[in-house]
Nanobody, 126 residues
């Protein structure tokens, strides 16, 4: 129901945008998040956005470089990634949380999300 796309290979310092399209149900009332998992590492929080797009949250490691946004009319959430670094290399997953009352801290926990996309690989070369 969540399909992530847009991953690829980019040089360090470059930009890439990944998107997550929902189908089968509308996610316009759900909080959405992006997580990533690098080889040999645990999945980690990247960014989250509330249902109305007003509030966004970022991991410290991507703050100022990544921007999460959503278009509820298209049932799609985006992650614009700028100034990419080799350490950003990972499989990026989008996720949806039914409950909108989670705090900013709670939205960083992957266990709060109910639906997950299949992931898209982002590789940043040095």
């Amino acid at each position: 129901q969540l399909q992530a796309s847009g991953g690829g290979l980019v040089q360090s310092g470059g930009s890439l945008s990944v998107s997550c399209a929902a189908s089968g149900r509308t996610f316009s009332s759900y909080a959405m998040g992006w997580f990533r998992q690098a080889p040999g590492k645990e999945r980690e929080f990247v960014a989250a956005i509330r249902w109305n797009g007003v509030s966004t949250y970022y991991a410290d490691s991507v703050k100022g470089r990544f921007t999460i946004s959503r278009d509820n009319a298209k049932n799609t959430v985006y992650l614009q990634m700028n100034s990419l670094k080799p350490e950003d290399t990972a499989v990026y997953y989008c996720a949806a949380a039914r409950r909108n009352g989670y705090s900013a801290y709670e939205l960083q926990g992957d266990y709060k999300y109910d639906y997950w996309g299949q992931g898209t690989l982002v590789t940043v070369s040095s």
